[in-house]
């Protein structure tokens, strides 16, 4: 029993994980989602006239369980090296959905990981009820295919992050804007991906969600094998004080695609006009099993070299602060999307980002629209203080004792 508000440890997970690495039964499931919490399983219920996405009754089939409804990001981070070293066990990765191919060897131990559908928030993306609808019915598969088989295992279903975060009221009015060149680290991110020339780092690269969509169908999102569970060969990157290169080769990223390259082109130059050097981004690269290279130009990513650059939103929608532009015609079947996108390609101390450069410039149209409302009421404001300072008083009053009071038309 875990008390309200009490979130559990690495030290208490590994205590709470001991039963698994001691039973008779040696085959543990792991059911890896991207973004999870608690609330989710109430929020999207019926109750709040949603469709109930978990139809799947894991917990109340298996003959025992355990909630956790609070976990420490550094533990389940860590959760799949902890497992790993814990036991003998045979790994197996699952990326695709269809898992009538899953291979289990009832003699020995064994540790499933799959990778399930990650919950993509956008216009365009597929919704967060559908997604772990979809999820739901992949752990059903799995579970139902091990069950008959007559193996006995174990499941563990959780996140690399919460998808919902309670902030308490003390804590609001401290909140600023923070990125991760701030010397406390958000607790909630994962590491950014980070290339070295021998013992020095030359690129910092991170996003909260890196995703392509090819032909307007396939959806590749590469968040987790960039930084959560890193599946990246970054070996291809290049350095140097003037030109950078941080080349991502991804083997069998989704189904139909057997390899996937993507680089970021970045140059250093000294601009005379600020009499200083900028480090920008100037094309986006994809390559696609070898073949036709789709090329994106960039626009609206710059920052003093010093600096790394930062932005909330960057892809390929009109709509983004940061655009790629596709440059030719076999870049217009790609769409990119990237959240919370940091990356520095030069003069990287202490293995850390350095201040952030934002995208979105100190005039964004809230401030404008504050400006012009308040130049409109202090127009007012003046207009009306001029027409009360031109009334005027009478300069003579009609005597009851004397003559009437005349007063000719022009005055």
């Given at each position: 029993a875990m008390h309200e508000g009490h979130i559990v440890s690495?030290?208490?997970?590994?205590?709470?994980?001991?039963?698994?690495?001691?039973?008779?039964?040696?085959?543990?499931?792991?059911?890896?989602?991207?973004?999870?919490?608690?609330?989710?399983?109430?929020?999207?219920?019926?109750?709040?006239?949603?469709?109930?996405?978990?139809?799947?009754?894991?917990?109340?089939?298996?003959?025992?369980?355990?909630?956790?409804?609070?976990?420490?990001c550094e533990a389940t981070k860590y959760l799949l090296s902890f497992l790993q070293e814990s036991g003998d066990w045979k790994l197996t990765n699952i990326t695709n959905p269809n898992v009538s191919q899953l291979e289990v060897n009832a003699s020995e131990g064994n540790l499933v990981v799959v990778q399930l559908q990650p919950l993509v928030?956008?216009?365009?993306?597929?919704?967060?009820?559908?997604?772990?609808?979809?999820?739901?019915?992949?752990?059903?598969?799995?579970?139902?295919?091990?069950?008959?088989?007559?193996?006995?295992?174990?499941?563990?279903?959780?996140?690399?992050?919460?998808?919902?975060?309670?902030?308490?009221?003390?804590?609001?009015?401290?909140?600023?804007r923070q990125l991760m060149a701030t010397e406390e680290e958000d607790s909630l991110s994962y590491p950014p991906l980070n290339v070295t020339t021998g013992n020095f780092t030359c690129i910092l690269f991170y996003a909260g969600n890196f995703s392509l969509r090819a032909?307007?169908?396939?959806?590749?999102?590469?968040?987790?094998?960039?930084?959560?569970?890193?599946?990246?060969?970054?070996?291809?990157?290049?350095?140097?004080d003037s030109n950078t290169t941080l080349?991502?080769?991804?083997?069998?990223?989704?189904?139909?695609?057997?390899?996937?390259?993507?680089?970021?082109?970045?140059t250093n130059k000294f601009y005379e006009g600020s009499a200083r050097q900028w480090s920008t981004l100037d094309s986006v690269e994809i390559i696609q099993d070898g073949g036709n290279l789709a090329k994106f130009n960039v626009s609206a990513i710059s920052a003093p070299a010093e600096y790394s650059f930062h932005c909330q939103l960057v892809g390929t929608g009109n709509r983004y602060p940061a655009r790629?532009?596709?440059?030719?015609?076999?870049?217009?079947?790609?769409?990119?999307?990237?959240?919370?996108l940091q990356i520095q390609g030069f003069n990287i101390e202490n293995n850390q980002f350095s201040y952030a450069s934002d995208c979105t410039g100190f005039f964004?149209?809230?401030?404008?629209?504050?400006?012009?409302?308040?130049?409109?009421?202090?127009w007012i404001l003046?207009?009306?203080?001029?027409?009360?300072?031109?009334?005027?008083?009478?300069?003579?009053?009609?005597?009851?004792?004397?003559?009437?009071?005349?007063?000719?038309?022009?005055?």
């Open positions: 690495a030290q208490e997970l590994t205590v709470l994980l001991q039963p698994l690495f001691t039973q008779n039964s040696r085959n543990l499931v792991l059911f890896l989602q991207d973004r999870l919490s608690i609330d989710d399983f109430t929020y999207l219920s019926e109750s709040y006239g949603n469709k109930n996405p978990f139809q799947n009754e894991i917990l109340q089939s298996f003959p025992s369980s355990l909630a956790l409804p609070a976990v420490d928030s956008g216009s365009k993306e597929i919704s967060t009820l559908e997604a772990i609808a979809e999820n739901d019915k992949i752990i059903g598969r799995v579970t139902m295919d091990l069950q008959k088989r007559g193996i006995h295992f174990s499941v563990i279903y959780t996140a690399v992050r919460p998808s919902r975060i309670s902030r308490r009221i003390d804590v609001m009015t401290e909140l600023r032909n307007s169908s396939v959806l590749i999102d590469l968040t987790n094998a960039t930084f959560v569970t890193p599946n990246v060969d970054s070996s291809a990157s290049e350095c140097s080349s991502l080769k991804y083997t069998k990223p989704v189904n139909g695609i057997s390899s996937l390259e993507i680089r970021f082109l970045m790629l532009i596709p440059a030719n015609d076999e870049a217009k079947n790609w769409d990119v999307f990237i959240s919370t964004t149209p809230g401030i404008w629209m504050g400006l012009i409302t308040s130049v409109i009421l202090v003046t207009y009306g203080i001029h027409m009360i300072m031109q009334l005027t008083t009478n300069n003579r009053f009609d005597d009851p004792k004397g003559p009437a009071l005349s007063v000719p038309q022009t005055e």
